[in-house]
């Protein structure tokens, strides 16, 4: 299945005007109640299920010589995805969305995303600024468009992002391979040195507590983050001195690179879209922001395991407090309040990251509502 060809986002696009209290109002009040001990449920049918997929991992030399490899291939990728869920729940807590109580998000948060390597405290102060400055095209911090003069291509064509270009233009292999790195490696250089945030920022580390991304305040969160990491770090050195470091590659880090993948993916199509404006300071607000991003559907296993992180995006950018086990509930009530504001897509996420990944390239320079642009030739 191919890209589907996607109507003019452009035209007639008047930004929307709703209030946050309009969108809360069509939602039931249920959807914002928080039940740790159900949040607690999730955390343990991940865990289960990782234990489990280890388990069976042990007994892969026992398969038939030709059966091990395939094998070994669908332990990374089921435990990838099903580490991924782990890493939504500990995205939750650093919402306030899985307890109402800020020690338990905290603690809960704190102890998953290190196991996960993630600096816990650092990435949710930066993605705490995200959420509030969504497309924001000055305060925003990930996926920050690039502006054409930025990507030296002031001499190019500027083809709106959502037209067909010509299949003379086509290059699979370049794009593919782009796509496979940013998918894989996209994640550790986001935290390590902030690649695709800001201008301010590039090149500012998660793991600095004197960063420029974090308030002087922050400094003590920022020292318990990176002290987590050190516990996982010496746990899996310690592994690996016991039992191998191949061992630990094949149970822990070819996974850890699956979770780096469905992290990218996931975020990257929710705001790099065709029809997914981006604001200048002058046109911007919060519900602006929080509206610029597409709802997907991965399927079924995909949408249950992951938390239904991809496919209720749109509410939990509206309402970051509300757990994702009311969301999909919430966005059926959003959707009919928004109307032609909401955005779903259902191509399959493979084909939309290429896609995406090769149309979206740039914004112009200047003007408050801006869509992505490359530099192909439309086809005729």
């Known amino acids: 299945m191919g890209a589907k060809q996607v109507v003019d986002p452009e035209k007639d696009f008047v930004p929307p005007d709703f209030t946050i209290k309009e969108l809360r109002d069509c939602v039931p009040k249920h959807c914002f109640e928080r039940d740790t001990l159900r949040s607690f449920s999730y955390v343990a049918y991940d865990m289960c299920g990782v234990a489990f997929l280890a388990f069976c991992a042990s007994h892969i030399h026992l398969l038939p010589l030709a059966l091990r490899a395939p094998a070994w291939v669908l332990y990374w990728v089921s435990q990838g995805i099903v580490a991924t869920g782990l890493w939504v729940i500990a995205h939750e807590c650093g919402h306030g969305a899985f307890s109402a109580n800020r020690t338990v998000n905290h603690a809960t948060g704190w102890v998953l995303h290190s ?10 102060h930066s993605h705490s600024q995200h959420h509030k400055n969504t497309n924001n095209l000055t305060r925003d911090e990930v996926f920050v468009p690039r502006t054409k003069s930025y990507r030296g291509l002031q001499d190019k064509p500027s083809t709106p992002a959502w037209m067909t270009d010509s ?35 590039r090149g500012a580390s998660h793991f600095n507590p004197s960063s420029v991304l974090f308030r002087a305040e922050q400094f003590g969160q920022i020292v318990i983050s990176d002290i987590g990491l050190l516990l996982t770090i010496a746990v899996l050195t310690y592994s690996s001195w016991v039992f191998s470091p191949a061992t630990v590659a094949f149970y822990y880090g070819v996974p850890y690179l699956m979770v780096n993948f469905w992290l990218v993916t996931i975020t990257f199509l929710q705001h790099t879209d065709a029809a997914v404006p981006h604001y200048a300071d002058d046109s911007w607000n919060f519900v602006r922001g929080a509206l610029c991003t597409v709802d997907r559907d991965f399927g079924w296993i ?44 259902d191509t399959n996420f493979l084909v939309a990251l290429y896609h995406n990944f090769k149309h979206c390239q740039f914004i112009e320079d200047t003007g408050s509502v801006l869509f992505f642009r490359n530099t192909s030739t439309p086809a005729n």
């Open 302 to 345: 995909l949408n249950t395991c992951l938390h239904h992180i991809q496919d209720s995006h749109v509410a939990h950018h509206v309402f970051s407090q509300m757990p994702h086990y009311h969301a999909i509930e919430a966005t059926q009530h959003l959707k009919k309040k928004l109307g032609k504001y909401y955005r779903f897509d």
């Open 115 to 124: 196991a996960l390597l993630v600096p816990y405290y650092a990435w949710r």
């Open 167 to 201: 299949i003379f233009e086509e290059t699979p292999l370049y794009h593919l391979a782009m796509v496979t790195a940013q998918s894989l490696f996209g994640w550790p250089m986001y935290l390590y040195r902030n690649a695709s945030g800001p201008k301010y920022s």
